[in-house]
């Protein structure tokens, strides 16, 4: 399908210009290349990638470790951390270690953290979608009020509740994000194969023979290619806001070990940032940035896959706002 | 109507079973003993068999959690292990500090929220649309904690080292010593519970009203000569409301079951502090009490919005 195709001149009427033929693929491409909002989160996000990667190399290069802690050089003779200077670029916390150090280690666990809690989440809401709107009936009414119920717990309580009794842990962590994060893809793939299943063409797999297995394979999953790839992406976001959570009610990653939470709940630790605003301004500047990052980008590539949809979401910063208005202009 | 009342209280109680089995259970396959716990590490193990009887902890785990239950429904949820007070007792000087946060919150935010929604459906392209959109995207990236202690350095403790209290630190003023204080130590609280949450109802209310405003009565109502504003907001938002109230309702219940961070981050003493305090200290019937008291919220809110969708919308009361 993504073969270009040019169209010959024939004839004496030849037309001047060439037609070309995109495949859908290279128009996807097209389009999110064309939205410079997109564009720089992406960058972003691969510049917080190679930090994270990078993480023992900061450690090197600064000389300083992880959880290693500089009482004499990284605090003031009254004990109190040391701001952004030569030896620490971007200062030292309440024990005298680096911050940039333990912001590198910090992305590390956020983006495993929103990456792989996404992906599994995901995995499951489309499992359980599926099969509740292709097969409908019994297991559509177990599976749905199995959502709602998820959805009716008080997640941040019973996440709570269950890490006071097993005590926290990165595995912990990541298993309750998944636990209070598939219901919402879940639902918008139940929806979807419901009015999907109707169609002719599942209907002409059906006659040629295909079991239900094959038809959810084949037919139905490709065509919700679009919401699976935004919703996912829209996950990360809130996972990495989740774990930040956790952390930050010391829930979650355990210290010694850095996260983002964590660095800023030993900031509010009493009231500490207030003479040391870089123990705030960095780790929640880098949260900030990332979670915005990745929204922007999950709305650019809804727009980039999607563009017959109305859009619903941002229109920033982006050159099809203009198209946007004369769409309005056209309607009214 | 009735039948849909009838379903979702069926549903609820469902919820709050399933809830209570889930909470039940996990401090069962617990590792690490309450009696030890209140009795420390010096008691005898005849103290230890004394407290776990005195406690109920010998009998097997169902005969406890049908205990529990029965207990429940006769209005006592347990005493703390630690302070050996009441748990609804607990909780119930908690809630009022909560409510204050998350009912002023939902105004501020429904206030911001709604607005922005609307400029932004009315004329989508435009720059008040991109201005209103740049808002909602920063507002649903912003952490709340990160929120939160954003502004009580800018606006707690840049004045207070200028010699001038704007805002308090935090804590939490009960009505008894006057609104103006009361409100006072809540408007920073308000703030940060409500910018991210009107960033969500901004973009649900412009995706609503987006759709609606391309309805034919939407036409009709213009072409009868109503004006703009009445057309937007008495035809276009009322369907809109639909959505909105089944958001609010899961939203606001979710927090007066304790609005966690805000109340960390401010330090006031809510039953989302309370739960807090419980999981650091392993105090299993207020954890147990908190954590059914957010179940139930969830579901009486459900409820609610049922009712209310009937009063909104015709074609379900008639139904």
């Known amino acids: 399908m993504s073969d270009a195709l040019i169209v010959e001149p024939t004839g004496a009427e030849a037309p001047t210009r060439r037609v070309k033929q995109r495949g859908s693929g290279e128009l996807t491409i097209r389009r999110l ?94 499992t359980i979608g599926t099969i509740a709107g292709y097969f409908g009936g019994w297991a559509d009414l177990l599976l749905s009020r199995l959502i709602d119920l998820v959805m009716s717990v008080p997640f941040l309580l019973c996440a709570l509740a269950l890490v006071s009794v097993r005590g926290p842990s990165l595995t912990l962590s990541i298993c309750v994000i998944i636990f209070f994060s598939w219901t919402h893809i879940g639902r918008v793939v139940r929806s979807q194969v419901l009015s999907l299943r109707q169609r002719e063409f599942v209907e002409a797999a059906r006659s040629l023979g295909s079991g239900p297995v094959s038809i959810i394979v084949r037919d139905v999953l490709p065509n919700l290619t679009v919401p699976i790839v935004v919703y996912t992406t829209m996950m990360i976001p809130s996972s990495i806001v989740f774990e930040a959570t956790l ?53 650019g590539l809804r727009d980039a896959l999607d563009p017959k949809a109305r859009r619903v979401g941002f229109v920033w910063l982006t050159r099809r706002r203009r198209a946007s208005r004369s769409e309005k202009k056209a309607a009214a | 109507m009735i039948r849909l009342v009838i379903t979702r209280l069926v549903f609820g109680a469902v919820v709050l079973i399933a809830l209570s089995i889930f909470v039940f259970g996990l401090f069962f396959i617990a590792p690490g003993d309450p009696a030890r716990a209140l009795g420390g590490d010096e008691a005898s193990a005849q103290l230890l068999a004394q407290i776990r009887h005195s406690l109920g902890l010998d009998d097997p785990i169902y005969v406890q959690y049908l205990r529990f239950i029965d207990n429940a429904l006769h209005g006592n949820l347990g005493f703390s292990y630690h302070s050996q007070e009441s748990v609804l007792t607990l909780i119930a000087e908690r809630i009022p500090a909560t409510a204050s946060l998350v009912l002023g919150g ?6 911001i929220g709604i607005p922005v929604g609307v400029a932004s459906a009315r004329s989508p392209g435009s720059a008040r649309d991109r201005l209103g959109q740049g ?56 703030f940060t519970l409500a910018l991210v949450n009107a960033a969500i109802y901004a973009r649900l209310t412009r995706g609503q009203l987006l759709d609606v405003l ?35 309702g899961s939203d606001v219940a979710m927090l007066l079951g304790g609005a966690i961070i805000t109340e960390q981050v401010f330090n006031l003493q809510g039953v989302g502090a309370l739960a807090i305090t419980a999981v650091t200290a392993q105090d299993r019937p207020v954890i147990i009490g ?30």
């Open chain 2, 106 to 111: 939902v105004v501020v935010w429904l206030l």
């Open chain 2, 290 to 319: 908190v954590v059914l008291l957010g179940g139930t919220f969830v579901v009486v809110a459900n409820v609610i919005v049922d009712i209310l969708y009937g009063l909104l919308d015709p074609r379900i009361r008639l139904a």
């Open chain 2, 135 to 190: 808002f909602t995207l920063v507002g649903l990236s912003f952490p709340s904690f990160v929120l939160g202690m954003l502004m009580l350095f800018v606006l707690y403790f840049l004045p207070r080292q200028a010699n001038f209290t704007l805002f308090p630190a935090g804590g939490y003023a009960p009505l008894s010593e006057g609104v103006g204080q009361w409100a006072w130590h809540l408007v920073l609280p308000w």
């Open chain 1, 33 to 126: 290349l064309r939205d410079r909002a997109a564009l720089g989160a992406f960058g972003f996000i691969l510049l917080l990638i190679i930090f994270a990667l990078c993480a023992p190399l900061v450690a090197a290069a600064t000389g300083h470790g992880m959880a290693q802690q500089f009482r004499d050089t990284g605090l003031t003779s009254a004990g109190i951390p040391k701001g952004p200077g030569h030896t620490f670029l971007l200062g030292t916390d309440s024990l005298g270690r680096d911050v940039l150090v333990r912001l590198a280690y910090g992305a590390r666990v956020s983006l495993l953290v929103g990456v792989v809690a996404s992906l599994v989440a995901a995995a499951i809401g489309v």
């Open chain 1, 247 to 299: 952390s930050f009610l010391g829930l979650g990653i355990v210290p010694p070990a850095a996260s983002w939470g964590g660095m800023l709940s030993e900031a509010l630790n009493g009231s500490l940032y207030m003479v040391a605003w870089w123990m705030v301004v960095f780790p929640g500047g880098i949260l900030l940035l990332t979670t915005l990052a990745f929204n922007i980008l999950g709305d």
């Open chain 2, 214 to 248: 391309g309805e034919d009565y939407i036409r009709t109502a213009r072409a009868k000569g109503i004006s703009e504003r009445r057309v937007v907001y008495k035809h276009g938002l009322r369907s809109t409301l639909t959505a909105i109230i089944t958001q609010l």
